[in-house]
């Protein structure tokens, strides 16, 4: 059949595997959306499967409609009604569908944007009486809560990650915990209280809510595991044990269940992905095992060049792990090439010369990318890409989702969903400038607690109430005016389009935000996108669900040599790739190297360990090298910073594990000055470091 033509004999036991638990481990580039696309498109066009009953589960939106284009295109139309769609997505699906099992009082609650979800953790720890009374007159108090907002953040994400929902920390018996633990569960609890009454969830919310409404009313799961026939999970060695529990209730009533993915590709144990999940699948899901466990092990790489692959299996086998690293293309090429420099400068200067000789060769810019552990060491490698007047695109440091201008257009929008909520009114209040300050929004506020009204009736109460001077209370009449407007159209039905551009245009936010010094680069392409998005989902509730489960960037190919950074590169490949600032304290990471491995206890939701340690950032080279097509380009410093921040470097012992070897770096004439004097008199030196 032409949708296992070209298919190697494990690609295609993949997509011929029966039901029961398959487990597909796939290294990189060995062809898993091919087989997971060819798996669907064979269900439905060879075996006649009803595609409807078909669920596959990704990491992102991009990946979920590439996914769906290549399996219509394998299989035909029909394959259309097929699910494909990401983890958040089915997870909020469910929520809505089921709202009161879930535990929420109403369908029309929205998913908080990462603004609005800060807002409401820095609410939560004054609410929580933690940290005292807040002091706003004392620069390094305000810091230190600040910091420990942060540290609540990433706690509380961990936990619901593991499972452990507010619930679960207001449970009288629940065990005691050491004083940062319970320091943080207040603030969860406070959390938890602002978040629900201004009707939002979180991200980690969705899953925990979708799970409560499955495992507490078993007409709940009948209904959504009673629709799936085949399920798919994408990326499956990134998920948490939240995912994990969702995943198993979506399956049990078919037992089909094909995992795809790559423990030596698995990066975010920081986010509480679950260790060796691929190969410790059959233990982990044992219900679901029961009923027969196939594993395919795919191989074949269809990316790099043994040359390239190479170093990169030698690399993670220093991990603990069953087997050696086994990964292959058959295909010659040039060596991993290894470069030092003496300062970070002309590491550089030093990668934009061998990009710019690859252009005039005739490689596309496109084609070629640089890749660093962390932002520091591209901003240096972006300047000299400028200097150097070589086309190249910067990897944003947020998605699509986290753009300010693209917030701003969501909280006046959250508002039309629902006009009680303060802290979208707090973030738009002064966006375009009306003369709206601190005290005017804090004034607003009061007026529409105290009498019980949404916000755009207590606006327009301003003026008669004399709480704010009479020019503000003209502006804040007509934006409420504005406001009741938005509340109408949500409450009519009107097309999300038309909801957009009444933000856009009607208000002024686009010529109020054009119009600022520091406008962004982005704002043409974050509205071009808004309106894009708004046209593709008409309801606008479905929109406003759509637009807050974002998790990746949704903007076109970006043009030039791509400058980003390692975990943002997973999925993609270029021909040439470099990787920068392999050093120690860089890749690795010097917070893996001074925490080292900690895989967190399974059986207890409230560790928060699980860090990678240095195993994780193995597993970060490796994904590093093998983007490349034809050849990859490593390279580390001596000297990085700028300034008084100068500080020495040494390679990574990543470079002597993957046996590319080390060469000897030329000291600068500055760098040899800085080290005599360091040393003070000495004898004869090498003048090499």
Not at 93 to 109: E, M, P, Q, T, Y
Not at 164 to 191: I, K, N, Q, S, T
Not at 476 to 489: H, S, V
Not at 542 to 554: G, H, I, T, V, Y
Request: hydrophobic share 45%.
């Amino acid at each position: 059949m032409e949708i296992l033509e070209g298919l190697d004999d494990a690609q295609r036991a993949g997509v011929l595997a029966g039901g029961g638990l398959v487990v597909l481990p796939s290294g990189a580039g060995t062809g898993k959306t091919r087989v997971l696309t060819s798996r669907i498109a064979h269900l439905v066009a060879a075996r006649g499967q009803d595609a409807a009953g078909i669920l596959a589960v990704t990491f992102t939106n991009r990946a979920a409609r590439e996914m769906l284009d290549r399996a219509v295109a394998l299989g035909g139309a029909s394959v259309a009604a097929a699910r494909i769609q990401t983890l958040h997505s089915l997870a909020a699906r469910i929520v809505r569908r089921h709202f009161s099992a879930a535990g929420l009082a109403s369908r029309d609650w929205g998913i908080a944007s990462p603004a609005e979800r800060s807002a409401a953790m820095c609410l939560a720890v004054d609410m929580s009486g933690v940290l005292g009374p807040a002091d706003a007159g004392d620069p390094e108090a305000s810091a230190r809560r600040r910091e420990f907002a942060a540290e609540c953040e990433r706690r509380i994400d961990r936990w619901k990650e593991n499972g452990l929902a507010a619930d679960d920390v207001r449970a009288p018996g629940r065990p005691r915990r050491g004083a940062a633990d319970e320091d943080c569960a207040r603030v969860y609890l406070a959390y938890d209280e602002t978040m629900r009454g201004q009707g939002l969830v979180d991200f980690g919310d969705l899953t925990i809510l979708a799970v409560r409404a499955l495992e507490r009313d078993p007409a709940v799961l009948a209904e959504e595991a009673g629709r799936i026939m085949w399920m798919m999970v994408d990326e499956a060695q990134d998920i948490n044990r939240i995912q994990l529990r969702l995943v198993t209730l979506l399956a049990s009533a078919c037992g089909n269940l094909l995992l795809v993915g790559d423990d030596d590709q698995s990066l975010y144990s920081f986010r509480g992905a679950i260790e060796r999940l691929m190969d410790r699948a059959p233990l982990l899901m044992p219900e679901l095992a029961a009923r027969g466990v196939t594993v395919v092990r795919l191989v074949a790489n269809r990316r790099c060049t043994d040359a390239v692959l190479a170093p990169a299996n030698l690399l993670v086998d220093y991990n603990t792990r069953d087997e050696p690293k086994v990964l292959r293309s058959g295909r010659d090429g040039p060596a991993v090439s290894v470069s030092g420099h003496p300062t970070d400068a002309a590491e550089a200067e030093a990668v934009a010369r061998s990009a710019a000789r690859l252009i005039a060769e005739g490689t596309a810019p496109e084609r070629i990318a640089v890749l660093g552990r962390a932002k520091f060491p591209m901003q240096t490698v972006e300047r000299a890409f400028v200097k150097a007047n070589i086309p190249h695109s910067m990897q944003a440091g947020n998605g699509f989702i986290e753009r300010s201008e693209v917030q701003d257009v969501l909280a006046y929008l959250r508002l039309a969903a629902d006009p009680d909520a303060g802290l979208p009114f707090t973030r738009i209040a002064a966006r375009p400038t009306r003369g709206l300050g601190a005290a005017a929004v804090d004034a607003v506020l009061g007026l529409a607690r105290g009498n019980g009204v949404p916000l755009h009736e207590a606006l327009a109460m301003c003026g008669d109430a004399k709480v704010l001077k009479a020019k503000a209370a003209a502006e804040a009449a007509r934006l409420g005016q504005q406001l009741a407007t938005l509340a109408r159209g949500a409450r009519n039905g009107e097309p999300s389009a038309d909801m957009v551009r009444f933000v856009l245009d009607d208000i002024g936010y686009r010529a109020w935000a054009a119009s600022r010094e520091d406008a962004p680069r982005t704002l043409g392409a974050s509205f071009e996108a808004l309106a894009d998005i708004a046209r593709a989902q008409p309801s606008f509730t479905e929109f406003l669900s759509d637009m807050c489960l974002l998790a990746d960037p949704e903007e076109r190919a970006a043009e030039g040599v791509h400058l980003g950074t390692l975990h943002g590169s997973k999925g993609l490949e270029w021909d040439h790739v470099f990787i920068v600032a392999m050093e120690e304290g860089v890749l690795p990471h010097q917070r893996a190297i001074d925490e080292g491995a900690r895989p967190g206890d399974p059986g207890d939701p409230w560790d928060t360990g699980g860090a990678g340690g240095i195993e994780e950032e193995r597993r970060l080279a490796h994904v590093g090298l093998t983007r490349a097509r034809q050849q990859a380009h490593v390279s580390f410093a001596m000297q990085r910073g700028l300034g008084p921040m100068r500080r020495p470097s040494k390679p990574s012992r990543f470079l002597r594990e993957a046996e590319l070897g080390v060469p000897k770096v030329q000291a600068s004439f500055a760098q040899a000055q800085a080290a005599r004097s360091a040393k003070g008199p000495a004898k004869r030196r090498t003048s090499f470091l």
